[in-house]
């Protein structure tokens, strides 16, 4: 085996906690081969392309219902009617098999003649040709649900195999439930399979085996088999599996291991008389799933029913009504196995006290979140180390305009937002916030006010907005609490400028004292108040041990800013054009939300987006103080994909595919706006 191993993670989205799968590599080429891969495919540029848990505590009607809407979407589109069934038999299931083979087969047609390349050429855009398949451009709504018509025939099945002889179509009860788990992610590439490779084929899945998933478009052997399919048996329609690709298939249910009513349905199919393959020669017929991994005796044993009383159930058992998502598949060390198990949650999410969001619509501007710097004047306990303990910049200002000119060639209209460390110590600060207003976008910036009066004043005018940061920490033991008042105001003469005051817990009767000294001396700044996160950013370690009374979190929710707009702000900026004015926030059920900031929706548990479709790449870029760049703030699709170095070398689009969301809660205010809607 490998000194490695990979970790399935599913999680309850409702309260984010975690249950981590553990399972140990086979020592074969092909395993090897997978893992190389799809730690690449982490480490770079990628988007989620299926996760999926289908599991058999559902009904065949709640099935078909999924079903039928799915049709629905489908045929909006497609030419070829595909018909509702009235209900799922297994001949309803084989019909709906063959029209997915079917556009497969005429899809893979298309792609391979190039047919979209000049389709748009030929065909006028209002025209009835280009509202029907297979129109002038590749409609990726309607194939991405005949890849969600083929993972419910199979959830269907599987739900039909398991209700057998019971008295409902409910295909569980306390203790026989069986999940199956596909992953796969994007870019996708698909390797040949060697006739090594084939040998690692098994026949009969059990509980915990990871497999490679049968990426082939169509029906292999075993599915004709399992599936009874006659027709597919008499027209040769069987494609055996000849490429593997990052894609899993991970098998949470009975041991399979039923011979005897195999053999009987391929007997009864002619198998060998009509296609001349010899029963048990699973390899050579490349039936069955590709083995890769196997589930430790660790996990296992945390599955094992033990109950002498349970007759005719699952040797093991997950609980998949409370784990309903798959957050990651990773290839972590043996250390990190055997090491203390994650805490329940690994970041405490706001209790939710407003609506579910729907969607979001961000406007015309995108958002670049720009670190410039990790150093600062402050080293605050729940900052880490690494944002105020290092160097002011790597980079001069000879290095960043062209690098600046590529980003809004490619973004055009942008929304700047700087932080650091502290941004204003930043030797370029001045030319770049001069820079990006000539050419016609807006910056603003977090700042603790530490730089001098002359300073704001000289450049604060070029800002959409100056976030004045209140660190009681910092400030109240130093006595320099006037002084970043005085700051504040100054500052709000010449921009928008909001206190966003921590709310540190160990100085909470201070912090009250300063809010209300505040709403009395800066008339023109807005007050925000900001939760203090003990485990920052996408960490999954704590930084501090922080924590709120009841008390506290009810006056933190249900503040509310006296922003009087006492005085005109002499700025060189028009911030009507900034997300904060522009940004629409949908709620369910259809409902435009009034106006509140991406603070306000974080403090009261809104912001909770996972498993939503997220324009971050898009919409957005975020640029790390070492010149790291990826999608956004939260490093979901990848960590990096490129450096200020090496900006003309990145795959912008791939970059700007929009997203699934894997995190559980948005904590930033950056990533808020970003267009996103909630998937079903």
Same mark, same amino acid.
């Given at each position: 085996?490998?000194?490695?191993?990979?970790?399935?993670?599913?999680?309850?989205?409702?309260?984010?906690?975690?249950?981590?799968?553990?399972?140990?590599?086979?020592?074969?080429?092909?395993?090897?081969?997978?893992?190389?891969?799809?730690?690449?495919?982490?480490?770079?540029?990628?988007?989620?392309?299926? +996760?999926?848990?289908? $599991?058999?505590?559902?009904?065949?009607?709640?099935?078909?219902?999924?079903?039928?809407?799915?049709? *629905?979407?489908?045929? @909006?589109?497609?030419?070829?009617?595909?018909?509702?069934?009235?209900?799922?038999?297994?001949?309803?299931?084989?019909?709906?098999?063959?029209?997915?083979?079917?556009?497969?087969?005429?899809?893979?047609?298309?792609?391979?003649?190039?047919?979209?390349?000049?389709?748009?050429?030929?065909?006028?855009?209002?025209?009835?040709?280009?509202?029907?398949?297979?129109?002038?451009?590749?409609?990726?709504?309607?194939?991405?649900?005949?890849?969600?018509?083929?993972?419910?025939?199979?959830?269907?099945?599987?739900?039909?195999?398991?209700?057998?002889?019971?008295?409902?179509?409910?295909?569980?009860?306390?203790? +026989?439930?069986?999940?199956?788990?596909?992953?796969?992610?994007?870019?996708?590439?698909?390797?040949?399979?060697?006739?090594?490779?084939?040998?690692?084929?098994?026949?009969?899945?059990?509980?915990?085996?990871?497999?490679?998933?049968? *990426?082939?478009?169509?029906?292999?052997?075993?599915?004709?088999?399992?599936?009874?399919?006659?027709?597919? @048996?008499?027209?040769?329609?069987?494609?055996?599996?000849?490429?593997?690709?990052?894609?899993?298939?991970?098998?949470?249910?009975?041991?399979?291991?039923?011979?005897?009513?195999?053999?009987?349905?391929?007997?009864?199919?002619?198998?060998?008389?009509?296609?001349?393959?010899?029963?048990?020669?699973?390899?050579?017929?490349?039936?069955?799933?590709?083995?890769?991994?196997?589930?430790?005796?660790?996990?296992?044993?945390?599955?094992?029913?033990?109950?002498?009383?349970?007759?005719?159930?699952?040797?093991?058992?997950?609980?998949?009504?409370?784990?309903?998502?798959?957050?990651? !598949?990773? &290839?972590?060390?043996?250390?990190?196995?055997?090491?203390?198990?994650?805490?329940?949650?690994?970041?405490?999410?706001? =209790?939710?006290?407003?609506?579910?969001?729907?969607?979001?619509?961000?406007?015309?501007?995108?958002?670049?979140?720009?670190?410039?710097?990790?150093?600062?004047?402050?080293?605050?306990?729940?900052?880490?180390?690494?944002?105020?303990?290092?160097?002011?910049?790597?980079?001069?200002?000879?290095?960043?305009?062209?690098?600046?000119?590529?980003?809004?060639?490619?973004?055009?209209?942008?929304?700047?937002?700087?932080?650091?460390?502290?941004?204003?110590?930043?030797?370029?600060? %001045?030319?770049?916030?001069?820079?990006?207003?000539?050419?016609?976008?807006? @910056?603003?910036?977090?700042?603790?006010?530490?730089?001098?009066?002359?300073?704001?004043?000289?450049?604060?005018?070029?800002?959409?907005?100056?976030?004045?940061?209140?660190?009681?920490?910092? &400030?109240? %033991?130093?006595?320099?609490?006037?002084?970043?008042?005085?700051?504040?105001?100054?500052?709000?003469?010449?921009?928008?400028?909001?206190?966003? @005051?921590?709310?540190?817990?160990?100085?909470?009767?201070?912090?009250?004292?300063?809010?209300?000294?505040?709403?009395?001396?800066? !008339?023109? *700044?807005?007050?925000?108040?900001?939760?203090?996160?003990?485990?920052?950013?996408?960490?999954?370690?704590?930084?501090?041990?922080?924590?709120?009374?009841?008390?506290?979190?009810?006056?933190?929710?249900?503040? =509310?800013?006296?922003?009087?707009?006492?005085?005109?702000?002499?700025?060189?900026?028009?911030?009507?054009?900034?997300?904060?004015?522009?940004?629409?926030?949908?709620?369910?059920?259809?409902?435009?939300?009034?106006?509140?900031?991406?603070?306000?929706?974080?403090?009261?548990?809104?912001?909770?987006?996972?498993? $939503?479709?997220?324009?971050?790449?898009?919409?957005?870029?975020?640029?790390?103080?070492?010149?790291?760049?990826?999608?956004?703030?939260?490093?979901?699709?990848?960590?990096?994909?490129?450096?200020?170095?090496?900006?003309?070398?990145?795959?912008?689009?791939?970059?700007?595919?929009?997203?699934?969301?894997?995190?559980?809660?948005?904590?930033?205010?950056?990533? &808020?706006?970003?267009?996103?809607? =909630?998937?079903?």
């Amino acid at each position: 085996m490998l000194a490695a191993v990979i970790r399935v993670t599913l999680v309850d989205p409702d309260a984010w906690e975690p249950l981590d799968l553990y399972f140990n590599i086979l020592d074969t080429e092909i395993a090897r081969k997978w893992v190389e891969h799809h730690t690449h495919l982490l480490s770079s540029t990628h988007s989620i392309r299926e +996760s999926s848990l289908k $599991y058999t505590g559902v009904s065949l009607d709640s099935c078909l219902t999924k079903l039928t809407s799915i049709i *629905n979407d489908i045929n @909006v589109f497609y030419d070829q009617s595909i018909i509702v069934p009235a209900e799922l038999t297994e001949d309803s299931l084989n019909y709906l098999h063959e029209c997915y083979e079917t556009y497969g087969e005429r899809i893979g047609k298309l792609l391979d003649n190039n047919y979209w390349d000049t389709a748009f050429e030929s065909i006028a855009e209002d025209s009835p040709e280009a509202k029907t398949f297979p129109g002038e451009t590749f409609n990726e709504s309607m194939h991405d649900s005949f890849i969600e018509l083929n993972e419910y025939i199979h959830q269907s099945e599987m739900v039909a195999a398991r209700v057998g002889t019971q008295h409902d179509n409910i295909a569980s009860d306390e203790f +026989s439930e069986a999940g199956i788990i596909t992953y796969s992610l994007n870019p996708r590439k698909d390797f040949p399979l060697t006739d090594i490779d084939n040998e690692s084929f098994i026949k009969f899945t059990k509980f915990g085996d990871f497999c490679l998933g049968y *990426n082939t478009l169509g029906k292999n052997l075993e599915h004709v088999i399992l599936d009874n399919d006659q027709e597919a @048996v008499d027209r040769n329609a069987i494609v055996p599996q000849t490429t593997w690709s990052d894609e899993v298939y991970v098998y949470l249910g009975q041991d399979n291991n039923n011979v005897n009513k195999y053999k009987s349905k391929w007997n009864s199919l002619q198998i060998t008389e009509k296609l001349g393959l010899v029963f048990g020669e699973h390899i050579k017929n490349k039936e069955g799933y590709i083995k890769i991994g196997q589930m430790t005796k660790f996990s296992k044993d945390k599955f094992r029913i033990t109950s002498e009383e349970l007759t005719n159930a699952s040797k093991y058992q997950v609980n998949f009504k409370k784990y309903t998502k798959v957050y990651n !598949i990773e &290839v972590v060390s043996e250390q990190v196995m055997n090491s203390i198990e994650r805490t329940p949650r690994w970041k405490p999410i706001p =209790k939710s006290t407003g609506k579910i969001v729907e969607k979001i619509k961000l406007g015309d501007n995108k958002i670049i979140t720009w670190i410039l710097n990790n150093i600062c004047t402050y080293n605050c306990r729940y900052c880490p180390d690494m944002l105020h303990n290092g160097k002011n910049t790597k980079y001069d200002w000879q290095n960043i305009q062209p690098f600046l000119d590529s980003i809004l060639e490619k973004y055009e209209t942008c929304s700047f937002a700087l932080s650091g460390g502290e941004p204003t110590l930043s030797t370029f600060f %001045p030319e770049l916030v001069r820079k990006i207003n000539e050419k016609g976008s807006t @910056v603003g910036i977090t700042t603790n006010l530490s730089r001098s009066p002359r300073y704001i004043e000289s450049h604060f005018k070029y800002l959409s907005y100056a976030a004045c940061s209140f660190h009681p920490s910092m &400030v109240f %033991p130093k006595g320099h609490k006037d002084g970043f008042i005085e700051k504040a105001i100054l500052a709000s003469k010449h921009t928008y400028a909001p206190i966003r @005051v921590m709310m540190d817990p160990e100085y909470w009767e201070e912090v009250i004292a300063f809010i209300d000294e505040i709403a009395i001396k800066c !008339i023109n *700044n807005s007050v925000e108040l900001v939760y203090i996160q003990d485990q920052y950013g996408s960490s999954k370690e704590k930084i501090c041990e922080l924590s709120y009374t009841p008390e506290q979190i009810n006056f933190i929710l249900t503040y =509310k800013s006296s922003h009087k707009n006492a005085f005109p702000i002499h700025s060189l900026v028009d911030r009507s054009e900034g997300p904060m004015f522009t940004t629409k926030y949908i709620n369910e059920p259809h409902q435009l939300m009034a106006r509140k900031t991406a603070q306000e929706m974080i403090n009261t548990g809104e912001t909770r987006f996972f498993n $939503y479709t997220c324009n971050i790449g898009k919409e957005s870029l975020f640029i790390n103080y070492d010149g790291r760049i990826r999608k956004a703030n939260c490093n979901v699709g990848g960590t990096t994909f490129g450096t200020i170095e090496t900006y003309k070398d990145i795959d912008w689009d791939q970059l700007m595919q929009p997203l699934i969301c894997t995190q559980g809660y948005c904590p930033c205010g950056a990533d &808020v706006p970003i267009s996103k809607f =909630k998937n079903n």
